[in-house]
């Protein structure tokens, strides 16, 4: 937590798979643990679509982890059943939206039926959303926080209600309808994204009441960048989608005003760091290094005094899937410099340790990292 207030702590903080986008995939997580020794164990999942895995505490430990995820909903691998269908695996999430991966190489299940693609105003107002409340089970959840708190772990409540606001929108519609109805139908879209924020408040709610004393940070998440730019327009963004984001974490401090807030967004986000300052951002991840204009040297200079760094230690498209051990361990060892000087920040992997990256690899860059530790 001394990270998250921007003083230099006694060590560097290190989290693997305490949030849905610091974690690593399925196949990568299966060959690690073999390769550490260690038993199978069943699978628990952030998100089954992505393959994102909750570690386990064994590896957690092995790895002298810092952070812990908690939440009162557990994905296991046996709780989703995709069926085939012309060579994909299917599924329904609790959504309506339909997921498929080709049944043969396939490494995640992409969204493509949209329950919402083509709908009226009134469809959507009539659609279902699921229930906050009853995703959780608040007393579940305290005890949870509870002993994570006792063991010496900071809480971080590593699953909240959907993804953002602009891509639980996205979903539902399909991408193409939600963009270009952004533009076209804006009031459409509004209401849907008011529709979402609300339930996303009402799960806030729901869960500050049952744990909020023993909970320090909650994820919130929304892609605003590509590789190469914004995601959409800045103006848009500001005009549309920040006002609805300032709401949200107004209503999540009003809640519980010690709660950090950890945003996620992929890709190119150089010009909205200064916007998630201001409407109460207090972390930024994955911290994609690899996009444009996130140049390290540049961020820590002109955002680190404002915002806390979670992300960015190592660059998982080309050098830890790629390059040689000796490699890794210099680029985590150049991050950590930059990134660490004075605090404000917490090292993980920039986004998802994916499927194609070694469990050589996964050990040289933790034991690299907990080296000076």
Request: glycine fraction near 8%; charged fraction near 25%.
């Amino acid at each position: 937590m001394t990270a998250l207030e921007h003083k230099e702590p006694d060590l560097l903080p290190l989290d693997f798979g305490s949030t849905p986008t610091s974690t690593i995939t399925k196949g990568a997580y299966t060959r690690l643990r073999t390769y550490l020794g260690m038993e199978e164990k069943p699978i628990e999942f952030f998100n089954f679509a992505a393959q994102s895995v909750v570690p386990d505490e064994e590896v957690l430990r092995r790895f002298c982890v810092d952070t812990r995820a908690v939440s009162d909903t557990k994905v296991l691998a046996d709780s989703v059943s995709p069926e085939r269908v012309e060579g994909y695996d299917e599924f329904t999430d609790a959504w309506g939206i339909r997921h498929r991966k080709p049944a043969t190489g396939g490494f995640y299940y992409d969204p493509y039926g949209h329950p919402l693609r083509g709908k009226n105003g009134d469809e959507i107002g009539r659609y279902p959303l699921p229930d906050p409340k009853e995703l959780v089970n608040g007393e579940a959840l305290r005890q949870r926080c509870i002993t994570v708190r006792e063991n010496g772990f900071p809480v971080v409540l590593g699953k909240g209600f959907a993804f953002g606001l602009m891509h639980t929108g996205a979903y539902l519609l399909g991408y193409e309808d939600f963009l270009s109805r952004m533009i076209l139908e804006r009031r459409l879209v509004e209401s849907l994204l008011e529709k979402i924020l609300y339930h996303k408040l009402v799960f806030y709610e729901h869960v500050l009441q049952a744990a909020g004393e023993y909970i320090d940070i909650v994820v919130e998440a929304d892609d605003l960048g590509t590789q190469r730019g914004p995601f959409i327009s800045p103006d848009l963004y500001r005009t549309l989608i920040k006002p609805l984001q300032a709401k949200l974490f107004r209503g999540i401090k009003q809640m519980a005003s010690h709660v950090k807030i950890l945003y996620h967004s992929d890709g190119s986000i150089y010009e909205f760091i200064p916007d998630l300052i201001e409407i109460g951002a207090d972390a930024l991840n994955p911290v994609q290094i690899s996009a444009d204009r996130m140049n390290p040297e540049l961020l820590k200079s002109e955002f680190g005094s404002e915002i806390t760094f979670w992300g960015g230690g190592i660059d998982t498209q080309e050098v830890l899937p790629k390059g040689d051990i000796e490699a890794i361990r210099r680029s985590a060892e150049r991050l950590i410099s930059v990134f660490s000087k004075n605090g404000g920040y917490v090292f993980s992997t920039v986004h998802n340790i994916q499927d194609d990256v070694a469990p050589e690899h996964i050990v040289a860059l933790f034991d690299e990292v907990n080296k000076g530790r």
